[in-house]
């Protein structure tokens, strides 16, 4: 088991930036695969970008290519998400998840409670 709490969250003028974190407790962190998700209301969740264990391995939506980095920090067990050119269409909140383990995926598990992300001038 792994609790997973996300903070960075806020308002921000479009082209603006934010870096959102999560920290997980217990000292498995390091085994596991991470992703950032969001929901926008009205919408589905979506993923947004995922990180493998051991950072080696990046994946983005087509959405957020070139605009965000996602990253990791095993010994602070934290996973980061900087965002930049923040668009209005990034408002939603963002949650992290696990989403595997040594590379082999699983359903995403373990949400945090998610961190609210508004873009708007």
């Known amino acids: 088991q792994v609790q997973l709490t996300e903070s960075g969250g806020g308002l921000v003028q479009p082209g603006g930036s934010l870096r959102l974190s999560c920290a997980a407790s217990?000292?498995?962190?390091?085994?596991?695969?991470m992703g950032w998700f969001r929901q926008a209301p009205g919408k589905e969740r979506e993923s947004v970008a995922t990180i493998s264990w051991s950072g080696g391995s990046l994946k983005y939506a087509d959405s957020v290519k070139g605009r965000f980095t996602i990253s990791r920090d095993n010994a602070k067990n934290t996973v980061y998400l900087q965002m930049n050119s923040l668009k209005p269409e990034d408002t939603a909140v963002y949650s992290c998840?696990?989403?595997?383990?040594?590379?082999?995926?699983?359903?995403?598990?373990?949400w945090g409670q998610g961190t609210q992300v508004t873009v708007s001038s």
């Open positions: 217990g000292r498995t962190f390091s085994r596991y695969d």
């Open positions: 998840a696990v989403v595997g383990q040594y590379g082999l995926g699983i359903s995403p598990a373990f």
